[in-house]
């Protein structure tokens, strides 16, 4: 079975929405190449609508970037990209397919095909939904040292309990915890 990681930017008051407005300050050199290990692995990534448009938006005009971000920029272009949405899409990235009928069905489907790791980033609905039933691996949580105070957060009040268990940690010297969790029973 392929395993499906899950990552996200995330506020050290639980707060995931809108990184682009306090994730920059602290991201670094480490926090890149945290990401991008995690890129560089999967041969396919899985992401909602807005994360795949702003991804289709920056991504594919870096590919010929020297460094870290050129291989990146790459290894996304080379991606199968998997779409998430509702509404019906026209792509203009290269390998770019949207996902067709019940998320939790696709994905379980998806995960038994053969082929490497999968990838998510940002997709915070989808996560949401792909933790709730059992269907991530790994979730990679990149804690900044902020408290935004107002924005959606990853867990919801009044959803179900979802034990966690922490596989690893490490703290960046931006004062960035990035922690990786599993399913509980694992």
């Known amino acids: 079975m392929r395993k499906l990681t ?7 008051d639980g707060v995931v929405e809108s990184p682009e407005q306090w994730h920059f300050p602290y991201f670094d050199e480490e926090m890149g190449a945290a990401v991008g290990a995690r890129f560089a692995e999967a041969d396919t990534v899985l992401l909602g609508r807005v994360t795949y448009d702003s991804f289709a ?3 594919p005009g870096r590919e010929g970037a020297r460094g870290e971000e ?3 920029a790459k290894a996304l272009g080379e991606a199968r990209k998997i779409v998430v949405s509702r509404s019906e899409l026209e792509f203009t990235w290269r390998n770019s397919e949207q996902l067709k009928g019940d998320l939790i069905e696709a994905v379980t489907a998806l995960k ?3 082929g490497g790791p999968i990838g998510m980033s940002g997709s915070i609905s989808v996560v949401r939904a792909l933790l709730a039933a059992g269907l991530i691996d790994e979730l990679y949580l990149l804690v900044h040292p902020i408290a935004v105070g107002r924005g959606a957060r990853l867990f919801e009040e009044g959803v179900d309990p979802i034990p966690l268990k922490l596989l690893s940690s490490e703290a960046f010297a931006s004062g960035v915890l990035h922690t990786v969790y599993g399913p509980a029973g694992a």
């Open 6 to 12: 899950a990552g996200l930017f995330i506020a050290a």
């Open 70 to 72: 050129g291989e990146m």
């Open 57 to 59: 938006d920056a991504w």
């Open 112 to 114: 038994q095909e053969n």
